[in-house]
């Protein structure tokens, strides 16, 4: 097995989750060489200088011929172009790899832009920067290699303590597609619907305690990180598009179906699709999450009578879910812990019939959340067509509007979803 003292590793792009992997893998003792753009260098250099292992250089070209495994951690949208400037530089019988979210552009820019003497072996951590590695899924994808360069990247990886998965970059995209594409859409929309009604709804009774603590804990996780973690996803992922188009027609559908009151299509609809991603089998599961799990974790103060809701964005998943043939357990491999967080909500309403005959009696005969759905079935709407649009400056824009407006509140609320995060894990 490969010493870490025999082998450089390079990294372009020190964002976010770049800073982590070169933190963590100079820690386990391996040779970094790393890089962002050329005037961050001096500040890069003051941040990591009580690292000994991790040298910054001035530019991708020096990482790249220096460096026997090239980690190109940067945008989405962006891959083409830093690959096309500084992967001629590889240097001969290295590997190049990514840590982008969306592996078909990736894979294009590596096999488009490299030396037919350079292997591709990409990566793809399905965490946050800020969110322990160990136990988390980390996907590996041997494009092409010769027979001892796998194995390096195993190597030098074991420092994270994940969980390896081992995909194609088809695979991947159809999987993170169906993992983390509508779980995003849902709290966006969640996150514009409060903006647009001027609401912190942490401040607002019936938005406190229980399913409603999940839903604001990771709607501004998402809006804490940056805009484009989630645009790459969405635009570049030709999946992504078809799940988060599918994701507004229902809710836009079941919406309706409420303002008619149609009882009798509202509940043969959502039992059907209910029974059809909670499988029989679904039952014997421990729930992923209990209520005492759901009321622990408030940035306001429970009341003391929850007030009943229809549930829309919840009752949309699963809709989504039935209509595309997504059966969320089977990806559970591969789930990010937001999906988690996600799927646990989506469980604990489905898999008690109570609590879901509750809240299709809300839908039709309570118009409490009337305007607040209205809202959000505009988001809906709004962030699909802004995908389908495949415009990443209208995404920003209106991610930032609304990262601006609960930006105050970031700090708690990670605070908050670090625990929630370890919570659901122990329960996975």
Not at 318 to 340: A, N, Q
Not at 387 to 411: C, D, H, L, M, T
Request: aromatic share 8%; hydrophobic share 40%; with cysteine.
């Amino acid at each position: 097995m490969a010493q870490p003292s025999e082998h450089v590793i390079g990294i372009i792009g020190l964002g976010d989750m770049g800073k982590m992997y070169a933190r963590r893998l100079s820690d386990a003792g391996w040779r970094v060489h790393a890089c962002d753009k050329e005037d961050r260098v001096e500040e890069l250099k003051k941040e990591f200088a009580s690292r000994k292992h991790v040298h910054i250089l001035p530019n991708g070209h020096l990482v790249a011929r220096s460096s026997d495994w090239i980690i190109y951690s940067v945008e989405a949208e962006a891959i083409d172009k830093v690959v096309a400037l500084y992967g001629p530089s590889t240097k001969q019988g290295a590997i190049v790899g990514g840590q982008t979210s969306c592996k078909a552009p990736e894979i294009a820019a590596f096999e488009k832009h490299l030396p037919s003497d350079v292997d591709i072996i990409s990566c793809h951590s399905l965490h946050g920067p800020y969110v322990d590695p160990k136990g988390q899924p980390l996907v590996v994808i041997n494009h092409r290699s010769s027979p001892n360069s796998l194995p390096l990247v195993l190597n030098v990886l074991s420092c994270l303590k994940s969980a390896i998965v081992h995909l194609t970059a088809q695979q991947h995209d159809r999987i993170t597609a169906d993992t983390q594409a509508v779980t995003h859409a849902a709290f966006l929309s969640m996150g514009t619907a409060w903006q647009a009604n001027n609401q912190f709804p942490w401040a607002i009774p019936r938005y406190v305690g229980g399913i409603e603590n999940i839903k604001i804990n990771v709607t501004l996780r998402i809006y804490s990180n940056k805009w484009h973690v989630y645009a790459g996803l969405a635009i570049l992922n030709p999946s992504a598009r078809q799940q988060i188009k599918q994701y507004a027609t229902s809710v836009t559908e079941l919406y309706k179906l409420m303002l008619g009151g149609d009882r009798e299509e509202l509940v043969k609809r959502v039992k059907a699709a209910g029974k059809a991603v909670f499988k029989e089998e679904t039952g014997q599961r421990r729930l992923l999450l209990e209520d005492h799990v759901l009321d622990r974790f408030s940035l306001g103060k429970n009341p003391e009578q929850k007030t009943p809701n229809n549930h829309l964005s919840l009752l949309a998943m699963v809709d989504c879910w039935c209509k595309l043939g997504i059966v969320p357990y089977e990806h559970m491999i591969c789930s990010t812990p937001l999906f988690r967080l996600w799927l646990g909500a989506t469980e604990y309403l489905f898999r008690k019939p109570d609590l879901l005959d509750e809240v299709l009696k809300t839908a039709i005969e309570d118009d409490t959340f009337r305007s607040d759905d209205l809202e959000f079935t505009f988001a809906a709407r709004g962030w699909s067509d802004c995908v389908s649009f495949g415009s990443f400056e209208s995404y920003k824009a209106r991610f930032e509007e609304i990262q601006y407006y609960f930006a105050p509140q970031f700090p708690e609320a990670t605070r908050i979803g670090n625990e929630m995060i370890k919570t659901i894990l122990e329960h996975t």
